[in-house]
């Protein structure tokens, strides 16, 4: 447990502990220190990370913290192309400071989000009510064109109602006249000149007519048609109410789908407009820019301590025992000597 941050630091760093623990003082602290400045810059992303991840990607408590471990591993790799690397390279040493630039603005974007949070609240107000009297015409006359056919819906059924309605009460009932037609057989008597008496039957057709009231047909009409009429009437009165809530709905409706752009757009104008928002900015841009070139500069202003040494003496004896092999196998007759 002595070296417990010793182990630590190797590996985060990905030194080689065996190695380092067989060198000097100088070498344990320069291990030491990479750490810390790992750590801060670790320490930063990994908020910066959980704020994203939670804010705007919505992940939750759980997704924001695999974003910010998601993220603090792409710094630890990052981190150790500079530290781990045997040779000064003069591109990767560029390299590192335009991966700093553009990783200290994004953090300087992120966190300033947060310590104007206030005041780009105030801003998306601004923006929100410029957004909804943008779209709240077109709203307002597809509703009012719906009202209005709606209306004029009603206004036919209940022209048709009254028709019905005076039909019926002119006429509550309506004469049916029915006719029947039967035959009944009649007797006819005759006498001849004998004066004999003849009797004939002949076949004569009876007509009836009958005369009755049924109620008017048209009562049976009003029932539907006064169905009708309320559900037009209820599908209008919900969209005059959809009128006078349609501002709170679009408030609601675009609030929720402000993002990080908009909140961006709102802070590049609040800079834009303050002194002082774009100091804090310009502070917290050039402090991450720092922080990122930690490692870079602590690396390149240290001399090479006995770690580094022995990492590059135990490379030369192997390339030399690489030679070695080779030329023996090319002349196994000859003796070579390390």
């Known amino acids: 447990m002595k070296n417990w941050w010793v182990k630590f630091g190797c590996f985060l760093t990905g030194y080689n502990y065996d190695i380092l623990i067989c060198s000097s003082e100088v070498a344990v602290k320069a291990l030491k220190r990479y750490t810390s400045a790992m750590l801060i810059v670790c320490l930063l992303w990994s908020f910066i990370g959980y704020v994203f991840t939670e804010r705007y990607m919505k992940a939750g408590v759980i997704g924001a913290i695999v974003g910010a471990a998601t993220l603090c591993f792409i710094i630890v790799q990052i981190e150790r192309q500079i530290i781990l690397a045997t040779h000064s390279n003069k591109l990767m040493h560029r390299f590192r400071v335009c991966i700093a630039l553009a990783m200290a603005l994004i953090g300087s974007i992120i966190v300033d989000q947060i310590i104007f949070q206030k005041d780009i609240e105030l801003g998306k107000i601004e923006s929100l009510n410029a957004k909804i009297n943008k779209v709240l015409p077109d709203r307002t006359k597809d509703i009012k064109s719906q009202i209005v056919q709606l209306d004029q819906a009603v206004i036919n059924k209940e022209g048709e109602r009254q028709i019905l309605m005076a039909d019926i009460t002119s006429h509550p009932t309506i004469k049916s006249v029915s006719s029947q037609s039967r035959s009944q057989p009649v007797i006819t008597s005759t006498q001849d000149s004998s004066k004999n008496t003849k009797q004939s039957v002949n076949v004569v057709n009876i007509n009836s007519v009958a005369v009755s009231y049924i109620p008017n047909p048209n009562i049976g009409l009003l029932n539907p048609l006064n169905e009708q009429l309320n559900l037009l009437r209820k599908e209008k009165s919900i969209k005059e109410a959809s009128l006078i809530k349609l501002r709170s709905e679009l408030e609601k409706e675009i609030s929720e789908k402000t993002g990080f752009l908009d909140e961006l757009i709102v802070m590049v104008n609040l800079?834009?407009?303050?002194?002082?928002?774009?100091?804090?900015?310009?502070?917290?841009?050039?402090?991450l820019i720092g922080i990122e070139l930690f490692v870079l500069v602590s690396k390149r202003g240290n001399e090479e301590n006995d770690y580094d040494l022995t990492i590059k003496h135990h490379m030369e004896l192997q390339k030399r025992k690489l030679r070695l092999m080779a030329a023996q196998i090319a002349a196994p007759d000859s003796d070579f000597k390390i």
């Open 271 to 287: 800079i834009k407009g303050s002194v002082v928002a774009l100091l804090v900015w310009l502070l917290w841009l050039s402090f």
